[in-house]
């Protein structure tokens, strides 16, 4: 317990010293933001802020996982050490993407759309096939609510994958507006964290190290996001950028498949699923009505701004939200 909060407090403290480093030095590799031509047009003087900010709170994750590491180290069973490569992979796919769009200074410059689903589908499927392996780990998930475990055999690989791609997109759909991911995930990634501390003490030996140490993960994490947004909150002098959100996707469907928990991703997550969600039923619907729209814009968050919601009040409303969504969560763990 105490190593988790010195996590949260020293990865906190961290963010604030590197913050101002941080953005100093994206600008001077001219990393800016190039905004989407058809985004609000409250977000054009966005243009050219800072991005790619979330190596700052990944880096600190990681170094702090390995410095505040529970027991020996064994890279063939250590959950924390293979969650934190998933995530890395996954960061890195949005740093190629994020880089291309600065290269190319469009906003739609990036990766297209089967390159980069490509990459997630070979990240997300070698992930599965470790977690289906994992001793720890296996086929077999809990069904919240139910208490029951549902085996799913051979068809674990392919479902977890489509899990993946899933959440992480998501996560990158979430990150629209100053704050709105980095204070959705710094929820989420606390309720991994404590959720993670409660196993732990019903276990002993290797499998109690290993919660213990994806519970320190997150909670680094956590912190790292709290003070991260000190620098991201309206108006934003740093964005997470593709680097940053597809790192957050990856460590939250990872830290649920590790739990044995991936079908808690679309509720303790319910932010990540109303983006995907809302984007997928926009785009059946525009096709299936040959250009109407059910939402004024896709994802949700931007469909209440251009309702006149403002920015600040959305990204208080979709933390309170999953605040809420969390403390559900641990209900459905209590059957």
């Known amino acids: 317990m105490q190593r988790m909060v010195w996590a949260v407090l020293i990865a906190f403290a961290a963010a604030l010293a590197l913050g101002p480093w941080t953005i ?29 900010g979330g190596l700052l709170f990944a880096l600190i994750t990681v170094v702090l996982g390995g410095v505040l590491h529970f027991g020996a180290f064994d890279a063939k069973t250590d959950m924390a050490f293979g969650l934190v490569l998933f995530a890395l992979m996954n960061m890195l796919i949005g740093f190629l993407d994020d880089y291309k769009k600065i290269r190319s200074k469009k906003n739609q410059g990036g990766l297209s759309e089967r390159q980069k689903l490509a990459m997630q589908f070979v990240v997300a499927a070698a992930f599965s096939a470790y977690c289906y392996l994992h001793p720890e780990v296996g086929s077999s998930i809990y069904v919240p609510f ?12 392919p479902a977890m994958t489509f899990v993946i791609i899933c959440t992480t997109n998501g996560s990158n759909l979430l990150d629209g507006l100053d704050g709105l991911l980095a204070s959705v995930s710094s929820v989420i990634m606390a309720f991994f964290a404590i959720l993670a501390l409660l196993l732990a003490t019903a276990l002993s030996g290797a499998v109690q190290d290993n ?16 003070g991260y947004l ?17 790192f957050l996707g990856g460590l939250v469907a990872g830290m649920a498949m590790l739990l044995g928990l991936p079908l808690l991703i679309p509720l303790a997550a319910g932010a990540y699923a109303a983006s995907l969600l809302s984007v997928f039923i926009q785009r059946i619907y525009f096709k299936a009505t040959h250009g109407k729209r059910i939402f004024k814009m896709s994802p949700l968050h931007h469909h ?3 309702s006149g919601v403002e920015e600040t009040r959305i990204v208080s409303m979709y933390a309170i939200v999953t605040v809420l969504l969390c403390l559900l969560s641990f209900l459905g763990l209590s059957q």
């Open 230 to 246: 000190r620098f991201n909150l309206h108006p934003a002098q740093v964005i997470m950028g593709d680097t940053g959100s597809m």
């Open 146 to 157: 139910a208490g029951i475990e549902w085996e799913l055999g051979y068809a674990y690989v």
């Open 211 to 226: 919660m213990l140490n994806m519970g320190v993960l997150c909670a680094g994490a956590a912190g790292a996001l709290l």
């Open 24 to 52: 100093r030095l994206l600008r001077k590799l001219k990393f800016g933001q190039n905004v989407y031509e058809l985004a609000p047009e409250s977000h054009q003087k966005k243009q050219g802020t800072p991005t790619m």
């Open 304 to 306: 209440f701004e251009l």
